[in-house]
């Protein structure tokens, strides 16, 4: 299953944060991409940055128009997944996102999202049904779908990066590649 994230309502100043680490949590936790709902290239530039460092082939890009991308995609067979705390609870979600799902797009929201988000996707799913940040719910559900998968999202292997940690019980070790 490709994973990829739909960012929407980025607003440059007060996003940028919490939008990045949406996004370090996306790559960590095994998805593809994101794709940005914003003319905001800092995002773009830091992901690079960490892929580099890091490793893997985490890609930001800057879209203009979520409601083509969405087409597109589902066009392409995909399926759409937005996270809204008013949808069903993931885990009575879980079993038929996996059983239907070939490749998923995953819609986070920052500020309030276009009513017609909740048309669009094939599933709206609340993390719990209390508001709390998009950053925890998108890692529990990554986190979750792939569980269901037999993966660990824990475990996504990150190749040709300049460093890589050694797990320690304390301390830090970094090497060099
Ligand atoms: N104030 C905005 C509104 O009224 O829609 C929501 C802000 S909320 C912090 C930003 C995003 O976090 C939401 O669009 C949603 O994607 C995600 N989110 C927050 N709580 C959630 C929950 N319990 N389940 C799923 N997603 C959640």
Do not use: C
């Not at 890091?54 to 996270?83: C, D, N, P």
């Not at 885990?91 to 986070?108: C, H, T």
């Amino acid at each position: 299953m490709r994973i990829i994230i739909l960012r929407l309502g980025h607003r440059i100043q007060r996003d940028q944060r919490i939008t990045t680490h949406v996004a370090l949590t996306a790559r960590a936790l095994g998805a593809e991409g994101m794709l940005l709902d914003s003319d905001d290239s800092g995002i773009e530039k830091s992901l690079e940055e960490a892929s580099g460092r890091w490793g893997g082939s985490f890609y930001v890009r800057r879209i203009s128009s979520w409601k083509s991308e969405i087409k597109k995609w589902k066009e392409a067979g995909g399926k759409v997944l937005h996270l809204t705390m008013y949808g069903v609870n993931l885990p009575d979600a879980i079993p038929q996102i996996v059983a239907d799902a070939g490749n998923l797009m995953i819609v986070v929201g920052a500020e309030k999202v276009p009513p017609e988000i909740y048309e669009l996707a094939d599933w709206n799913v609340g993390v719990g049904n209390q508001p709390h940040s998009e950053v925890a719910a998108l890692a529990i559900v990554l986190d979750r779908l792939m569980a269901a998968q037999g993966r660990d999202a824990l475990r996504t292997q990150f190749t040709g990066g300049e460093v890589e940690i050694v797990p320690k019980k304390r301390g830090k070790e970094v090497i060099s590649k």
